[in-house]
């Protein structure tokens, strides 16, 4: 074992912040939801809630395509909505499919959720309009740079060289 191996990596990281700012911010919207006594809905959710509530039932499979999804990450979010009181499968046009509807509960609040996305849409514009390099552009230089080379691609090209790797 090298000392290079016995360091941890994970004290250092630019993956890291990203995930704690998008976790900061979901928990502040997690207290609109709170104050709001909105209980027990996840921010993680509400695109899906918002999104059934615009245009009907619809199967795990044109949930996931509507939100760029795939169908196994719906399926496990479609069952802890359901869990939770959000929403509740219906039988399909056929006895093999089924549908993902709103519960009641969920339709109570639906308006309010799309006023809630909309808000958060808006402040979002507002910081971005407060920093120098808006966090849209850098989505899409993010996007643009693993166009040209895949983080797939990124990551096995360093684990090729990587002893530890091998093993």
Known sequence: MT???????????????????????????????????????????????????VHGPMTITELAVSVQRTHSA????????????????????????????????????????AAEWRATEAAVAEIEAEIPYPLTRVVRDIEAALERKSLHTRITERLAGDPEWRR
Do not use: H, N
């Not at 995930?19 to 900061?24: I, K, T």
């Not at 802890?80 to 109570?108: E, H, N, Q, Y």
């Open 74 to 113: 719906m399926s496990q979010k479609v069952a802890a909505m359901r869990a939770a009181g959000w929403v509740r499968t219906i039988a399909g046009p056929d006895a093999r499919s089924k549908r993902v509807d709103l519960t009641d509960r969920a339709r109570a609040v639906v308006g309010r959720l």
């Open 3 to 53: 000392d290079e191996w016995l360091a941890d990596p994970t004290e250092e990281s630019a993956w890291r912040p990203w995930r704690l700012l998008q976790a900061a911010m979901d928990a502040e919207i997690a207290r609109v939801y709170a104050d709001a006594r909105i209980d027990g809905l996840k921010p993680s959710w509400v695109m899906e809630l918002i999104r059934l509530g």
